[in-house]
């Protein structure tokens, strides 16, 4: 019955979501890989950094480690919905650009099954993709598309080139998955996810003499597959001090999709040659994790997490991605757990992280990014819910290339995520 309630709630969000939301993006870095990864960071993470695999908690939803399940509460009902807005900052030498986006992050739910098992179910974006941007130059000599032969302009003819790209799609996922604690202190669990999607990027160039070919290519993946990830953890605790231990996997495998690419020459209005190729397969990569968590007196908490994503075995419409490596710190402060003041019941944090590119530019590899968080658990104080949280987090990073020329991006991001924590499970007693 549990379960009904929570795909019942999903199947209405999973019609009403996409309907409404934008995927956000505009930068030129989502034409590579799989476009710009989201991960599984839910309100409480955002706040941290993103760390999440050594934390555990009864009263939030932790989707970066499925072994933290375990620990919900036996009749509560955790419901957790996030998004965010964006102000990005894009500049290439003197050339700068804003733009302002909201994006919708994800939408998860979770509850207690049995003693000692728990369960969650949510859906949110696996990767983003939107950029257009194009560039022009006036050229003496250009090759022709068809023949590969290089022709030379005519004294006093001034040829115009410009070359656009174009990207939109990106892959979502749904999840479920489940926590188990065998005994006392120790637990594992399993998110098991349908990623589904569509990533397109065109690009063409365009000649000012219309005699000129114009060739244009267009490349394609319609993705339908699966994502497993496990996870454990280990909690000790010793008086007032409890320490976290955390570890996950990720189950790499081949994703056997259409992956194409189309090329196609045209002069004028007439299509005089047009090729489908079919490319090399892309992968979903294996991925390892480890993260802890010391928290003091349940008030003062520090984590950090470390993760790798082996991208570097896989491929993209023929280009070699890079293993992503991602480190995070992170912590929360309590002023006081039992106050009728807000501010002194607020849960106060802030983090840093730092992760490379899943993929390469030419022969550079991506930009690094850093980026670093603050935020505010405000905890909903009435007469009949003490226990749910309005999760806000402001969030600056820095996206950095690695080689000269190529655009350097600048993020603000406000997150706000509404975590729902109420006693459905209850049973009512007559007197």
Same mark, same amino acid.
Not at 23 to 46: H, I
Not at 83 to 106: I, Q
Not at 107 to 117: I, S
């Given at each position: 019955?549990?379960?009904?309630? *929570?795909?019942?709630?999903?199947?209405?969000?999973?019609?009403?979501?996409?309907?409404? *939301?934008?995927?956000?993006?505009?930068?030129p870095y989502t034409r590579y890989g799989f476009g710009q990864l989201s991960?599984?960071?839910?309100?409480?993470?955002?706040?941290?950094?993103?760390?999440?695999?050594?934390?555990?908690?009864?009263?939030?939803? /932790?989707?970066?480690?499925?072994?933290?399940?375990?620990?919900?509460?036996?009749?509560?009902?955790?419901? @957790?919905?996030?998004?965010?807005?964006?102000?990005?900052?894009?500049?290439?030498?003197?050339?700068?650009?804003?733009?302002?986006?909201?994006?919708?992050? &994800?939408?998860?739910?979770?509850?207690?099954?049995?003693?000692?098992?728990?369960?969650?179910?949510?859906?949110?974006?696996?990767?983003?993709?939107?950029?257009?941007?194009?560039?022009?130059?006036?050229?003496?000599?250009?090759?022709?598309? !068809?023949?590969?032969?290089?022709?030379?302009?005519?004294?006093?003819?001034?040829?115009?080139?410009? /070359?656009?790209?174009?990207?939109?799609?990106?892959?979502?996922?749904?999840?479920?998955?489940?926590?188990?604690?065998?005994?006392?202190?120790?637990?594992?669990?399993?998110?098991?996810?349908?990623?589904?999607?569509?990533?397109?990027? &065109?690009?063409?160039?365009?000649?000012?003499?219309?005699?000129?070919?114009?060739?244009?290519? #267009?490349?394609?993946? @319609?993705?339908? !597959?699966? =994502?497993?990830?496990?996870?454990?953890?280990?909690?000790? *605790?010793?008086?007032?001090?409890?320490?976290?231990?955390?570890?996950?996997?990720?189950?790499?495998?081949?994703? @056997?999709?259409?992956?194409?690419?189309?090329?196609?020459?045209?002069?004028?209005?007439?299509?005089?040659?047009?090729?489908?190729?079919?490319?090399?397969?892309?992968?979903?990569?294996?991925?390892?994790?480890?993260?802890?968590?010391?928290?003091?007196?349940?008030?003062? !908490?520090? *984590?950090?997490?470390?993760?790798?994503?082996?991208?570097?075995?896989?491929?993209?419409?023929?280009? =070699?991605? %890079?293993?992503?490596?991602?480190?995070?710190?992170?912590?929360?402060?309590?002023?006081?757990?039992?106050?009728?003041?807000?501010?002194?019941?607020?849960?106060?944090?802030?983090?840093?992280?730092?992760?490379?590119?899943?993929?390469?530019?030419?022969?550079? =590899?991506?930009? !690094?990014?850093?980026?670093?968080?603050?935020?505010?658990?405000?905890?909903?104080?009435?007469?009949?819910?003490?226990?749910?949280?309005?999760?806000?987090?402001? #969030? %600056?990073?820095?996206?950095?290339?690695?080689?000269?020329?190529?655009?350097?991006? /600048?993020?603000?991001?406000?997150?706000?995520?509404?975590?729902?924590?109420?006693?459905?499970?209850?049973?009512?007693?007559?007197?």
């Amino acid at each position: 019955m549990k379960a009904f309630k *929570a795909l019942l709630i999903l199947a209405v969000a999973a019609f009403a979501f996409p309907a409404t *939301a934008e995927n956000g993006m505009n930068s030129p870095y989502t034409r590579y890989g799989f476009g710009q990864l989201s991960g599984m960071e839910a309100g409480v993470n955002k706040g941290l950094g993103g760390t999440g695999i050594g934390l555990r908690n009864n009263s939030q939803i /932790n989707l970066l480690n499925p072994a933290s399940y375990a620990a919900v509460d036996t009749l509560t009902f955790l419901l @957790d919905v996030g998004v965010s807005l964006h102000n990005a900052n894009f500049a290439e030498g003197a050339v700068k650009m804003n733009a302002r986006n909201t994006t919708f992050d &994800y939408l998860a739910m979770q509850f207690r099954l049995k003693p000692r098992l728990g369960m969650t179910i949510a859906m949110m974006p696996f990767s983003n993709i939107g950029y257009n941007f194009s560039n022009s130059a006036v050229i003496d000599s250009y090759q022709d598309p !068809t023949t590969g032969e290089i022709i030379k302009s005519e004294e006093g003819e001034e040829i115009t080139v410009t /070359n656009r790209y174009y990207g939109d799609g990106g892959l979502r996922q749904v999840t479920a998955g489940l926590g188990w604690s065998p005994f006392r202190g120790f637990s594992v669990g399993g998110n098991f996810s349908y990623i589904y999607g569509e990533v397109y990027h &065109y690009a063409y160039n365009q000649y000012s003499e219309t005699s000129i070919s114009t060739r244009t290519k #267009q490349y394609i993946a @319609d993705i339908s !597959t699966y =994502k497993a990830d496990f996870g454990a953890q280990y909690q000790a *605790a010793f008086g007032k001090n409890r320490i976290t231990l955390g570890a996950t996997y990720q189950l790499g495998h081949v994703i @056997d999709n259409d992956i194409y690419v189309i090329d196609m020459t045209s002069t004028g209005t007439s299509v005089t040659s047009s090729d489908t190729l079919r490319t090399s397969p892309m992968s979903i990569p294996s991925g390892y994790g480890a993260g802890l968590s010391y928290t003091f007196d349940g008030r003062l !908490t520090f *984590a950090a997490d470390y993760s790798v994503q082996q991208y570097g075995v896989t491929n993209f419409f023929g280009y =070699k991605g %890079a293993d992503r490596h991602r480190a995070s710190i992170g912590f929360e402060y309590i002023p006081e757990l039992v106050t009728r003041k807000l501010f002194r019941r607020a849960r106060y944090r802030a983090g840093l992280h730092y992760a490379t590119a899943h993929y390469y530019v030419g022969d550079q =590899k991506g930009p !690094t990014e850093y980026g670093a968080t603050v935020g505010i658990g405000l905890p909903i104080m009435n007469g009949w819910n003490g226990k749910s949280i309005v999760n806000i987090s402001g #969030q %600056a990073v820095h996206v950095r290339p690695n080689a000269p020329g190529m655009i350097t991006e /600048n993020y603000l991001r406000l997150s706000v995520g509404l975590s729902f924590n109420e006693g459905w499970f209850d049973k009512w007693k007559v007197q």
